[in-house]
RNA sequence: GCGGUAUUGGUGAAGUGAUUAACACGCCAGAUUGUGGCUCUGGUAUGCGUGGGUUUGAUUCCCACAUAUCGCCCCA
């Protein structure tokens, strides 16, 4: 038997349902705050993201789904979006208006060991905002996303906020904290002792060894901070509090892509079925990315958010999800086509219904009702058919009603 | 990419080196067909992830592979 490839899902049922209900959730939340969806291809040339993600990154090294196209093309599947926006932003010129608001929903690759919570195929939902540096926007981006868990009832989640400086600040403290590390280097676990060349920021989040005392007292970037990136740290953090926006500053907090810059951001839960991947959302300002793509030098900041990650979570809160319910059934036990015209005249006036087509009893179709739970059933024989009228039953209260065929619609208005 | 655990029907699962692979839910048909969600009856895996091997005989033991899951790595 064929199976889906690794690490990818079939959602149907309860799961199509919730991940189709996030995603106009999503689009509904983004209008408040006025951002603009944007579609991205959902495969790039492979250049494209090693410029844009950073040719060190373990994504770009390990993680990538490659491939040549007949036309000899090196072509890769997107392991995020922030990259695939930009290349547009610039390609279209977008830049001629200062500000533009983006947001984005849909699946990304990434060829790794699959977890629950971690996929080959994964569904991100995200932000990116282009063309401001202001310390307010950096606290919209946060609080779009703080808020829209809030909405969806996820609890428990704590906003991790560290700053990682501007460029001439990073290549500093990158120095001061390498030579810091390296007199410790004996101490260091395995993996460290490899990352300590390649990425020393990353020791600062190890499991093993930022436990230990000389490593939670290694220099913090916010001492090597230039004035203008300090100074912006600190507005950001006035901005976060002015909006109740709860957060905790993490010195440790490092992002795994290379275009950071200034403000990074977590947001993490505990809930447990989650386990090791409680990672919810993630993201950052990348000032220097655009021209790292070769565009005009336009600030940006963003973020990216696990879908499925959000689905287990809600899956577990069970009350948050409006039901969808259907409001008629029409049961029908004539052989005309009036029960039928009903039922499109009743989907033509917005009424959802359903009725059923398999030639089943009349028990069968009581189970139907039982199952979709619908607010009304249509019950049509052949002596509703021959009066012209339909037999309305309230689904809740049980009560029954003979209408006219012509006063169904302005019935149902009256009462749903 | 590395290490551990698991894999029985549509679902939840019991079980054994050898008679028809329990039980429950679901689904299908009927009892009963203009008012149900109750009850009753019958049906529902020629098969125990896939492919090999050991054996008189394997779903049960062994190996490989696939997938899931947990940890590492990394990350949403």
């Not at 208006?97 to 699959?114: L, M, T």
């Not at 868990?149 to 500093?172: A, F, P, Y």
Request: with cysteine; proline share 3%.
């Amino acid at each position: 038997m064929l199976q889906k490839p690794k690490g990818t899902m079939d959602l149907y049922g309860e799961d199509g349902y919730i991940y189709n209900y996030l995603y106009n959730y999503v689009s509904n939340f983004m209008e408040l705050y006025n951002y603009e969806f944007i579609k991205v291809p959902t495969f790039e040339v492979t250049e494209l993201f090693y410029r844009g993600i950073g040719e060190g990154t373990d994504i770009v090294n390990k993680e990538t789904y490659d491939f040549v196209d007949k036309g000899d093309r090196k072509m890769t599947l997107r392991p995020e979006f922030t990259a695939g926006v930009i290349r547009s932003y610039i390609e279209n010129k977008l830049y001629i208006s200062q500000v533009r608001k983006f947001y984005y929903f849909g699946s990304a690759f990434r060829y790794e060991r699959p977890q629950n919570g971690r996929l080959r195929e994964f569904t991100q939902f995200g932000v990116e905002v282009l063309g401001v540096r202001n310390a307010f926007m950096d606290a919209e981006v946060i609080s779009v996303a703080f808020r829209l868990l809030s909405k969806l009832g996820v609890t428990n989640m704590c906003v991790k906020l560290n700053t990682l400086g501007d460029k001439d600040s990073r290549i500093k403290y990158r120095e001061v904290l390498y030579n810091y590390l390296v007199k410790d280097k004996e101490n260091l676990c395995d993996t460290c002792k490899e990352r300590l060349d390649k990425n020393p920021l990353r020791i600062l989040d190890c499991k093993f060894d930022s436990e230990r005392d000389y490593i939670k007292n290694a220099p913090k970037t916010i001492d090597y901070l230039n004035e203008d990136s300090r100074v912006y740290y600190e507005e950001v953090k006035m901005a976060l509090e002015s909006l109740d926006i709860p957060y905790v500053e993490d010195s440790g907090l490092v992002r795994g892509l290379d275009y950071y810059s200034d403000t990074v951001f977590e947001i993490v839960s505990d809930f447990e079925e989650l386990g090791k991947a409680n990672t919810l959302c993630a993201g950052g300002r990348y000032d220097g990315l655009t021209e790292l793509l070769d565009g005009p030098h336009t600030p940006g900041i963003g973020f990216g958010m696990g879908i499925e990650r959000i689905m287990i979570m809600l899956k577990e809160l069970e009350a948050f999800i409006p039901k969808n319910r259907l409001d008629v059934f029409i049961m029908n036990m004539s052989d005309s086509s009036y029960a039928y015209q009903v039922l499109d005249d009743l989907r033509s006036s917005g009424y959802s219904c359903e009725i059923d087509y398999t030639g089943k009893n009349m028990k069968g179709m009581w189970k139907l009702v039982d199952k979709y739970e619908p607010s009304y059933v249509i019950i049509i024989g052949e002596d509703e058919v021959n009066g012209n009228y339909v037999t309305v039953k309230d689904n809740v209260t049980k009560e029954e009603y003979k209408v006219n065929a012509s006063e169904l619609i302005e019935y149902l208005d009256m009462n749903i």
